[in-house]
């Protein structure tokens, strides 16, 4: 595609559900990441997919979250048991080969917000 | 802890000004710091970036100086325009390691250009 895309760009939850957010990369990129922004906050590093492998999940704040990749393609970030710190917008980048000079193209983003 | 910290939260610049935005590290492996400007309801998207061999980089308006020594980078934005208003956010990288092409990120900066 022509960029990085997420969907739903907006999630309403109620506390204590799960929800997926799914992410779909620039076709060919092999690295794949995902960030939490927080209202007023930087971007916090999640996860880190160099194809369908996580080397960095070091990001994930609590098991409850979890995030898998399908190849070099499509990845979801799931949330169990959703709580309101959970509320944030959720980015997903993808970049060439994940190198350190790679550009990193960021999605929209998925609005998360947890009532 | 933020391993990258950016000042201002907020500034205010007249149209044709100078807007300028420090950042800061610790981490000595830090070897790539890209700037990244985001529009609201979007992602960021990569502005210009630098590798700490060189103390300054410049694209048209804007410019990265680099400050080895102390650790310090800043953007420079000449002859700001009521289109530079947005979130501006400072980052590094690592590359090499498991942590391959992770961005850690400032707080941001949002800058509002008055016509």
């Known amino acids: 595609g022509a960029g990085v895309s997420q969907s739903p760009s907006n999630k309403v939850t109620e506390k204590g559900k799960d929800v997926e957010l799914r992410c779909d990369p620039i076709s060919g990129h092999t690295a794949l990441y995902w960030y939490r922004q927080r209202l007023g906050q930087g971007l916090e590093f999640l996860i880190y997919?160099?194809?369908?492998?996580?080397?960095?999940k070091s990001g994930l704040p609590s098991d409850r979250f979890s995030a898998e990749r399908t190849g070099e393609s499509v990845s979801t970030l799931t949330i169990q048991r959703t709580q309101q710190e959970d509320s944030a917008v959720y980015l997903c980048?993808?970049?060439?080969?994940?190198?350190?000079?790679?550009?990193?193209?960021f999605g929209p983003g998925t609005r998360l917000t947890v009532l | 802890q933020q391993q990258v910290k950016q000042s201002p939260q907020s500034l205010i610049v007249q149209k044709g000004g100078i807007s300028i935005i420090n950042c800061a590290y610790e981490n000595t492996a830090f070897d790539y710091f890209p700037w990244y400007q985001q529009f609201p309801g979007k992602g960021p998207a990569l502005l210009i970036a630098i590798r700490p061999d060189v103390s300054e980089k410049k694209e048209g308006r804007f410019t990265i100086s680099f400050n080895k020594s102390a650790k310090q980078f800043s953007l420079h934005i000449m002859d700001s325009q009521p289109g530079d208003s947005a979130t501006y956010f400072c980052?590094?990288?690592?590359?090499?390691?498991?942590?391959?092409?992770?961005?850690?990120f400032g707080r941001g900066t949002q800058l509002t250009v008055w016509p």
């Open positions: 997919f160099q194809g369908n492998s996580a080397p960095d």
């Open positions: 980048a993808s970049s060439l080969r994940g190198v350190a000079t790679d550009t990193q193209y």
């Open positions: 980052a590094a990288s690592i590359g090499r390691g498991s942590t391959l092409g992770r961005l850690y």
